[in-house]
């Protein structure tokens, strides 16, 4: 078959790693992949399979917000689809779900949707109240509606969707995010990306993600605050976003500036990780 994975950009995410996974393995049994981009940049694009087909709908970059630029991707992405004539289009990740159903519409494709967010989940602090709510489950409504398919990352994605719609669930499949194990052990002997990066005697924890509200940094610099009254320790954070700077005031009003330090995404983050004393979490 012909397939196209659809992503936001190559940025160093779980979601764009994951489809870069997929790509490769249905590429790997025979079948024509493409992995398209709404956006060109990304340090992952290098690490793209070579039976896997690159291609982003701005070459040049674009700016705006995520929701920006698929609005303007709309027209291009159309036009991709109905020059490629794929028989599968896979939206990877949850912004790009509307921009796949409606630019496929009435073309003789299927589509597939990733859902990996809660239908509650709150983008920014200024999603809140119950217009919101409302309008966020009319939004994964028509999703699930127009799909062909929906893959939910976990069973509680799939008990959320049977409470908005029993009749939509049906539609529903869980595929659990998977992790190739021994490709993770043999990255992870690669060397640092900056050696300078675990100077010192001090232990080092390790956070990573993008820099946003709800992957809730700022509560784990309060804990790093907590421990280090008792212990000396290092805080890496590796990503970037629009809460960059934020991150450092609030860094510096709990007297922890000097042990904080971000660098920007890696295509390859796993020897950090190895090296770390502790890998935290705190989405």
């Known amino acids: 078959m012909k397939i196209i994975v659809f992503v936001e950009d190559f940025g160093a995410t779980g979601v764009v790693r994951n ?14 992949v493409t992995l398209l981009a709404a956006k060109p940049d990304g340090v992952l694009r290098a690490s793209v399979p070579e039976a896997v087909v ?16 698929m609005r303007r991707s709309f027209a291009r992405f159309r036009k991709f689809v109905v020059r490629e004539k794929p028989d599968i289009v896979f939206s990877s990740g949850n912004h790009g779900h509307l921009l796949v159903l409606g630019g496929t519409r009435l073309l003789p494709c ?10 509650d989940h709150r983008g920014s602090e200024r999603e809140v109240g119950a217009w919101s709510a409302f309008t966020r489950k009319l939004k994964f409504r028509t999703i699930l509606t127009l799909a062909d398919r929906v893959v939910l990352v976990s069973a509680r994605l799939l008990d959320q969707v049977k409470a908005l719609d029993p009749a939509l669930a049906r539609k529903a499949v869980v595929i ?11 990255q992870a002997e690669d060397e640092l990306p900056e050696p300078s990066l675990f100077t010192g005697d001090a232990p080092v924890i390790v956070a990573m993600g993008r820099l946003v509200p709800q992957k809730n940094f700022a509560m ?19 990503g970037t976003g629009p809460l960059e700077a934020p991150l450092f005031l609030v860094a510096d009003r709990l007297g922890i ?7 920007g995404p890696v295509a390859n983050p796993f020897p950090i990780m190895k090296r770390s004393a502790a890998m935290i979490l705190p989405s």
């Open 176 to 186: 659990p995010n998977g992790v190739d194990v021994e490709a993770v052990r043999a």
């Open 257 to 263: 500036a000097d042990a904080l330090r971000v660098i």
């Open 110 to 119: 299927r589509t597939i949707v990733r859902i990996s967010n809660d239908l």
């Open 19 to 32: 489809a870069i996974a997929i790509a490769g393995r249905l590429a790997e049994i025979g079948h024509d």
């Open 220 to 238: 784990l610099l309060h804990a790093v605050a907590i421990a280090r009254k008792s212990k000396d320790l290092r805080l890496l954070v590796i």
């Open 54 to 69: 690159s291609a982003s709908l701005n070459e040049h970059g674009e700016s705006g917000s995520r929701k920006a630029v």
